[in-house]
């Protein structure tokens, strides 16, 4: 005799919605949970405390209850930031502010996500909120320091380059050619000497980057002048080590209006890497008239980078466990520098890599106007 099969019975959405409100009711971080126009459905008691209130939330549009500033005192338009975000986004650089003018610093995540099971569930938005006032303040204090300490440094290392540089052209002129124990002393240490001037540049940067301290001077640049220059500046360097550098310009570029300080020195970033991570054969040089601005472009054949690291390599202090890497000296700042800079002229780097085979880093810089 066949046994009957029991259908389960679905699950009471009472109780599943009691469970979930007992879930985000025991976060530490303020969670508020929107149907698809913003408007409040779920919320639990770290919101109503991050957010100074104590009446219900429920129903509410979520720009009656958050009001937020960016980093230059503008107001934001929550309810604009949450209806057009598309995929999970987190920022550190917002403010809430308080009916009485009082702001916190706050940390925003947000994530669009179905509110029921399956394709035909509702769609809406969950905001993550945390009070980060003490940590912004303790990295305020760090970037601060770390300006006045790579500011102090700047002038005895620039005399200390100057006077190592000085002793060994000295050297070399008295040795005619030949070299000695004390050449080799000297090059290492003008070397040395270099690479801390670059952490320090770096580092410098880096500060100000984070203080909000850059601005952006908008100037007309030449493209094809600003390539050939950085391929004679670095022609030596790559000739060293055997490389060839190459160049693959697009003749129908144009001027582009953007910082040339910042677009020259992300460029910098990603050709000193190249020369430094590629063994033999060669780096190029390019860019390509694109709508409304410039690609460029910085592709070699050196060591590559692996998938895994490609997800990380732009993190601060990052240093890949490759071996190949690691017989290279430096700091991890480079590329995390260069991010910040191109967010500061709003352009958009992408990278592509394959072990034993090279990388093209690519940013494409839009007209600033």
């Known amino acids: 005799m066949a046994k009957s099969v029991q259908t389960p019975k679905p699950q009471n959405a009472e109780l599943e919605h009691e469970r979930l409100k007992s ?3 025991s976060m530490a971080d303020g969670v508020i949970a929107t149907d698809e126009h913003t408007k409040i459905v779920l919320y639990n008691g770290a919101a109503l405390n991050i957010l100074d209130l104590n009446s219900d939330m429920s129903g509410k549009n979520i720009e009656a209850v958050i009001k937020l500033i960016d980093g230059n005192n503008q107001s934001v338009d929550i309810k604009k930031l949450v209806s057009q975000t598309k995929t999970s986004t987190a920022n550190r650089d917002y403010k809430l502010v308080y009916p009485s003018g009082d702001s916190v610093n706050l940390y925003l995540s947000i994530a669009p996500v179905h509110l029921g099971y399956g394709a035909a569930g509702q769609k809406g938005f969950v905001v993550l909120l945390r009070d980060i006032t003490r940590e912004k303040s303790l990295e305020e204090e760090r970037d601060e320091f770390i300006s006045v300490v790579s500011h102090e440094l700047r002038t005895p290392i620039a005399i200390a380059e100057g006077n190592i540089s000085n002793a060994l052209f000295i050297a070399q002129k008295e040795a005619k050619g030949k070299k000695t124990p004390i050449i080799d002393a000297l090059s290492q240490a003008h070397d040395q000497i270099n690479f801390l001037a670059g952490l320090i540049n770096d580092l410098s940067t880096l500060s100000r980057a984070e203080r909000g301290k850059l601005t952006v001077d908008v100037e ?16 030596p360097e790559a000739e060293r080590k055997g490389l060839k550098l190459l160049k693959d310009l697009d003749p129908s570029l144009e001027l582009l209006q953007s910082s040339k300080l910042y677009v020259r020195e992300i460029l910098q970033n ?7 991570y590629t063994e033999k054969g060669s780096v190029t040089i390019g860019a390509n008239k694109k709508d409304k601005g410039i690609e460029f472009f910085v592709r070699d054949t050196g060591i590559g980078i692996s998938k ?3 997800e990380k390599v732009f993190d601060k202090f ?3 466990e490759d071996f190949r890497t690691r017989q290279n000296s430096g ?8 991010v910040k800079l191109s967010r500061m002229i709003h352009a958009d780097i992408d990278l592509k890599s394959e072990i034993n085979k090279g990388s093209t880093f690519t940013i494409f810089i839009p007209d600033l106007q």
């Open 308 to 310: 895994s690291d490609q």
């Open 23 to 25: 879930l985000i009711n």
């Open 331 to 338: 700091t991890g700042l480079g590329l995390y520098v260069t």
């Open 270 to 276: 990603f050709i000193t890497n190249a020369i430094k």
């Open 318 to 320: 990052f240093r890949s």
């Open 220 to 235: 007309a640049i030449n493209a094809h002048e600003l390539i050939e220059d950085l391929i004679k500046n670095y022609t």
